[in-house]
């Protein structure tokens, strides 16, 4: 079954720093880009960041353009999402889904931004 | 950036109504597009891929059809699980873009 799995949600204050994670089973990870998706409280889906399969292509909404980073780890199967200088505008459910065309999604991990 | 503008907003339907949904781009995208469904406190599910083909395990009533800058998602017989919110999905070049989201509610 392919699955997707996020962690690594939670509360931080406004400028702080956090780091979600992706782990991905069920397909051949290291054949696919994979993207990050987040949605506001009560919002639409918003697209923030892909990377290619092999790592060597990122792209980033200009909304978190020089705050946030995507990687990977083909050996651990996992996609990740450094994030920092984090604003309350970002508070959202973040998604990792697989592929830039977004079939397969995990359960999203929530990520608030309060003081 | 390509914009996505999908309308109406929301809906109100009765089960066994047929039911339309339509993107618009800005400019044209080929058939690379998506249509996904969305329920609350749930992860988005796609239904429809490359415009027009039905994800597997997803019952014969959604349709997509469309090209280029025209595309439109229709339930033919609205079912009680399909209340929910829509959304499409363009691909065709970054950074990838929603419509802004259909919500289907009980007429």
């Known amino acids: 079954e392919v699955q997707l799995l996020e962690s690594g949600g939670g509360l931080v204050q406004p400028g702080g720093s956090l780091r979600l994670s992706c782990a991905a089973s069920?397909?051949?990870?290291?054949?696919?880009?994979m993207s990050w998706v987040r949605q506001a409280p009560g919002k639409g889906l918003e697209w923030v960041s892909a990377i290619s399969s092999g790592g060597g292509s990122t792209y980033y909404a200009d909304s978190v353009k020089g705050r946030f980073t995507i990687s990977r780890d083909n050996s651990k199967n996992t996609l990740y999402l450094q994030m920092n200088s984090l604003r309350a505008e970002d508070t959202a459910v973040y998604y990792c889904a697989k592929d830039q065309q977004a079939d397969i999604w995990g359960q999203g991990t929530m990520v608030t931004v309060s003081s | 950036d390509i914009q996505m503008t999908q309308s109406p907003s929301s809906l109100s339907a009765s089960v066994g109504d047929r039911v339309t949904i339509t993107c618009r781009a800005s400019?044209?995208?080929?058939?690379?597009l998506g249509w996904y469904q969305q329920k609350p406190g749930k992860a988005p599910k796609r239904l429809i891929y490359a415009a027009s083909s039905l994800q597997s395990g997803v019952p014969s009533r959604f349709i997509g059809s469309g090209s280029g800058t025209e595309f439109t998602l229709t339930i033919s017989s609205l079912q009680p699980e399909d209340f929910a919110t829509y959304y499409c999905?363009?691909?065709?070049?970054?950074?990838?873009?929603f419509g802004q989201g259909t919500k289907v509610e009980i007429k």
């Open positions: 069920g397909f051949t990870f290291n054949s696919y880009a």
């Open positions: 999905l363009q691909h065709n070049s970054y950074p990838p873009t």
């Open positions: 400019q044209g995208i080929r058939n690379d």
